[in-house]
């Protein structure tokens, strides 16, 4: 039987902790523009080592060069192929306008244009309602909304996907319980926040 796997508050754990100035020998303004600054720690989807150096790989011809349908049939073969000019493919669903280039999606929101993985797209077309009551577009902007929120909190703490895989083998967990639709991470059955599922 499956356990549920939860996220944990742990104000301690927390990396935005503010020193005195003697320690590390900065100002407490300095600190609090660093703290700004520093890089989400949202995991990307992994790609492959290969990828980033072609080289390594055999050189050859594929029957079919048409990226497109490349990526609808793939050949038996692991291939890399190299693009000089990026393709972009409308990867519209519904009323919710996308656009998809070297693997980055970019979709037209209330609020503005937002950027994220094309894999991790596919996977919100797939888990978001999109009715006529409810479509994707603002649920997406809900659910940005509700990340926004989450990320100022210090007391918040999303664990990576290594510790999280990790962990879900150890004490075979289907279900993932917190965190919202953005950051949740594709490899539980199951996500909840609370009773309301993601």
Do not use: C
């Not at 100002?27 to 980033?52: C, D, G, I, T």
């Not at 291939?79 to 980055?104: M, S, Y």
């Not at 991470?185 to 993601?198: D, H, L, V």
């Amino acid at each position: 039987m499956g356990h549920d796997l939860h996220r944990t508050h742990n104000e301690d754990q927390g990396k935005n902790r503010v020193h005195p100035p003697h320690m590390g020998g900065k100002h407490p303004a300095e600190q609090q523009a660093e703290r700004q600054q520093q890089k989400l720690e949202r995991e990307r989807f992994s790609v492959p080592h290969a990828s980033r150096d072609p080289e390594t790989l055999v050189d050859r011809n594929l029957e079919n060069e048409d990226i497109f349908e490349i990526i609808k049939n793939p050949p038996e073969v692991d291939v890399v192929k190299k693009i000089e000019n990026p393709g972009f493919w409308d990867t519209t669903t519904g009323l919710t306008k996308a656009v998809t280039t070297q693997g980055i999606t970019t979709i037209q929101l209330p609020s503005g244009a937002l950027s994220l993985d094309g894999a991790q797209w596919h996977l919100l077309k797939h888990t978001l309602d999109d009715s006529v009551s409810s479509p994707l577009g603002p649920n997406i902007q809900h659910e940005l909304k509700r990340q926004f929120s989450l990320d100022k909190d210090r007391k918040h703490r999303s664990y990576g996907w290594k510790i999280l895989r990790t962990v879900k083998e150890v004490f075979q967990a289907t279900k993932y319980q917190g965190d919202t639709a953005l950051t949740i991470p594709p490899f539980f059955k199951n996500a909840m926040r609370g009773n309301e599922r993601i």
